[in-house]
Each structure stands twice: as structure tokens, then as C-alpha cells.
């Protein structure tokens, strides 16, 4: 079965920067954009970017530009976001997503991780 | 970017009953070429990541119950619950993937 393993949960200070994790077990990783959508509590749903691995190219939403940098591993089917400059309101459960379109980066999410729970704190 | 907005905000509906939640995107979603409409639907529930519904406007995810169902073309769409059940008690979004991709605020789902 298809699943995305996501790290666990960061406790970070204002300012810090945090690197999280997504895992593919099973399934197509590489050609598939896998993006990263954060909802703070209480939120809904927020689109940072997405990248497909064997492109190894990213395409961030506007609003993270200069803060995200999203990476992946092929060999080890795993990709990464970071988010730099952490701001009090960057608390935040982030989820990575794969797009179900093959090759596009611009698609609807069929599988996603169980989320990452990110805390700013000073 | 397109702005998604869901109304209602939160609807309460009796067990049995039909539910629908209205999604109208500021500008078309409607790809000519292909005649798809870009847009998806999830639903989440409490603790969980979204789950995929339905995609391209109408099309139902495998494994979806039948009751579920979208419609709707360019800027209005529709996601309806024919026969709402207890677990269908959720936050439903939708999500536009014709160009940046954007969610709607959602709308929460009780029981009445």
C-alpha cells in the first residue's frame, strides 16, 4: 500500500529554521509532484509549492518565495521542504501531498502524509 | 492567483437528508482543449489529512461512496451528500488546479 511518511514534530524559535520530511513507500515517487500544503489551527488549507523528483525542480506558491526550499531524494524517495525565517504564525501542520497527475504540477492530491505539526515558540 | 469561495460556512443537516455545499472560483476553471473543469473535492475530519473525493469536477475517487457527488462547470460547482451519514460529519474543501493552486475556506458538516 501506497503511503507518505512524514518526520515528527518541531518545536522551533522564532527566526530558526525547520526541515521536514515525506517518505514515499511504494508507488510512483518520481514522476508525481509531491507538494506541501500547511493549515494552522483552527484553518484551512494553504498551497506552499511542489516539486517532482526527477525534474528536481520546484515551483513555490508567491507567497513562501524566498523562505521555501523544497528538495528530493530519489534514490531514497524522500522529499523535503524547508522553511526558513520562522515566524510565530508559521505554527502549522504541514502536510506533503502527491499530485495525480503524472508530469504536472498543477493537480489534485490523491495520497497524503498524516502531517507535521510545527511549533513556533520563543 | 484564483480565489475559491465555499458557502455555507457550516451547514447542519439531518441524518438522511441531502447536503450541498456550493464552490464558485473567481475566474473559470474550464480547460477548452480538454474539457475539463479543474477542480477537486476533499474531505477532512478531525485529526486526519484531507481525503480526495472527487476530481475534474465530477469524476469520484475509487473507493468513495456512491452518496458523494460533484457537478458543476467554469466558476460554480457543487458538491453534493445525497444521504448524509454520521461519518460524513467533516470539513469539505475544494481545490482548483487550473493555475496556482488554491483552496476554499471550507465548510463544516454537522448532523442536525
Known amino acids: 500500500q501506497v503511503q507518505l511518511v512524514q518526520s515528527g514534530v518541531e518545536v522551533k524559535k522564532p527566526g530558526s529554521s525547520v526541515k521536514v520530511s515525506c517518505k514515499a513507500s511504494?508507488?510512483?515517487?518520481?514522476?508525481?509532484?509531491i507538494s506541501w500544503v500547511r493549515q494552522a489551527p483552527g484553518q484551512g488549507l494553504e498551497w506552499m509549492g511542489g516539486?517532482?523528483?526527477?525534474?528536481?525542480?520546484?515551483n513555490y506558491a508567491q507567497n513562501f518565495q524566498g523562505r521555501v526550499t523544497m528538495t528530493a531524494d530519489e534514490s531514497t524517495r524522500t522529499a523535503y521542504m524547508e522553511l526558513t525565517s520562522l515566524r510565530f504564525e508559521d505554527t502549522a501542520i504541514y502536510y506533503c501531498?502527491?499530485?495525480?497527475?503524472?508530469?504536472?504540477?498543477?493537480?489534485?492530491?490523491?495520497?497524503w502524509g498524516r502531517g507535521t505539526l510545527v511549533i513556533v515558540s520563543s | 492567483d484564483i480565489v475559491m469561495t465555499q458557502s455555507p460556512d457550516s451547514l447542519a443537516v439531518s441524518l438522511g437528508e441531502r447536503a450541498t455545499i456550493n464552490c464558485t472560483s473567481s475566474?473559470?476553471?474550464?480547460?477548452?482543449?480538454?474539457?475539463?473543469?479543474?477542480l477537486a473535492w476533499y474531505q477532512q475530519k478531525p485529526g486526519q489529512p484531507p481525503k480526495l473525493l472527487i476530481y475534474w469536477a465530477s469524476s469520484r475517487e475509487s473507493g468513495v461512496p456512491d452518496r458523494f457527488s460533484g457537478s458543476g462547470s467554469g466558476t460554480e460547482f457543487s458538491l453534493s451528500i445525497s444521504s448524509l451519514q454520521a461519518e460524513d460529519v467533516a470539513v469539505y474543501y475544494c481545490?482548483?488546479?487550473?493555475?496556482?493552486?488554491?483552496f476554499g475556506q471550507g465548510t463544516k458538516v454537522e448532523i442536525k
Open positions: 511504494g508507488g510512483t515517487f518520481r514522476n508525481h509532484v
Open positions: 501531498a502527491r499530485g495525480a497527475i503524472s508530469g504536472w504540477y498543477r493537480a489534485y492530491f490523491d495520497l
Open positions: 481545490q482548483q488546479y487550473y493555475s496556482t493552486l488554491t
Open positions: 516539486i517532482i523528483p526527477i525534474f528536481a525542480t520546484a
Open positions: 475566474q473559470s476553471v474550464f480547460y477548452s482543449s480538454n474539457n475539463k473543469n479543474y
